[in-house]
């Protein structure tokens, strides 16, 4: 019997509303100079015609791996694992529809990973574009630095043996940052990053998405994120991210009546001084959502 020699790259594309860009995103993909590769297109329940343009892509495409997944919504971090469950790579390259790739950015990414087989992920620079062109630098890849920012772009490929030794990335993380999450979790647990010193992904900047999103909750996802990472954070201020997270259970519970709108007027204000003062206990969080309603 022949032996199906398997890609080491396995590329996953989450799709929810973005059918009109994913043509580009693959695009970049088919042009990649090493040809070792799957996609696994993720259609995450979009309302859109994004099972359309995925089944056109693919026939437009016969020679190349490239394969279709339909799911009810789960958000980003639920498409994202569906992906990298089904990929049969040694490598992930997560890419969102509305991003782009290097043509030489498989080819380098795994030409740095093969110098040294403890490494667990490889990150490029970023070559921003859109409503906002600039360029950002990547890095350091460690946990200290990681609990402060994001160091990382998602688009950072890695083995799949990390994310199955992490459990992929986690999906309580439905408004954003579920990347940094995960690099969090990589760092702590001791992997080992390559930092490729050019512009490799290309990051389509818009006035509205995802990670404005995310920027508007910073503080909600950043509370819910340091409960996850105890060591990286002093007893204060876990103590305060878990009033934060008991709060937004609390309105997450009522969420047919409440909404991330009126936990923006809740704790639009927040900070680490005001925080303690303004809330005071749980007790009253009830009559001050109230307040904000009335």
């Not at 402060?148 to 990390?162: A, D, E, F």
């Not at 010193?197 to 995802?210: A, L």
Request: with cysteine; net charge negative.
């Amino acid at each position: 019997m022949r032996k199906i020699k398997l890609p080491r790259v396995s590329i996953v594309i989450p799709c929810y509303k973005q059918a009109s860009l994913l043509s580009d995103a693959v695009g970049s993909v088919v042009l990649q100079e090493c040809t070792d590769w799957e996609l696994i297109i993720v259609n995450d329940g979009s309302p859109d015609n994004t099972n359309e343009v995925a089944i056109d892509l693919i026939r437009s495409h016969p020679t190349r791996f490239i394969s279709l997944i339909n799911q009810p919504n789960q958000g980003l971090a639920g498409a994202r694992n569906s992906g990298v469950r089904a990929a049969q790579g040694e490598f992930i390259l997560p890419l969102d529809a509305d991003d782009l790739i290097h043509p030489q950015m498989l080819l380098k990414c795994l030409a740095a990973a093969d110098t040294d087989s403890t490494i667990d992920v490889v990150h490029s620079d970023v070559v921003c574009f859109g409503a906002t062109e600039r360029i950002d630098y990547t890095g350091p890849f460690d946990a200290e630095a990681l609990a402060m920012n994001n160091r990382l772009v998602y688009c950072s490929m890695y083995r799949k043996t990390l994310w199955e030794s992490l459990g992929g990335y986690d999906t309580s993380f439905q408004i954003g940052y579920e990347d940094w999450n995960f690099w969090r979790s990589a760092a702590e647990s001791g992997a080992k990053a390559y930092h490729l010193k050019e512009f490799f992904f290309m990051y389509r900047v818009k006035p509205e998405s995802m990670i404005t999103t995310a920027m508007k909750y910073d503080t909600v996802i950043r509370s819910h994120m340091a409960v996850r990472h105890p060591k990286s954070h002093t007893a204060e201020e876990l103590m305060i991210a878990g009033l934060i997270n008991q709060a937004f259970d609390l309105l997450e519970q009522s969420r047919q009546s409440l909404s991330l709108k009126v936990f923006d007027l809740v704790f639009g204000s927040y900070n680490e001084e005001t925080f303690p003062k303004k809330l005071g206990s749980l007790n009253n969080l009830a009559e001050l959502i109230q307040s904000k309603l009335a």
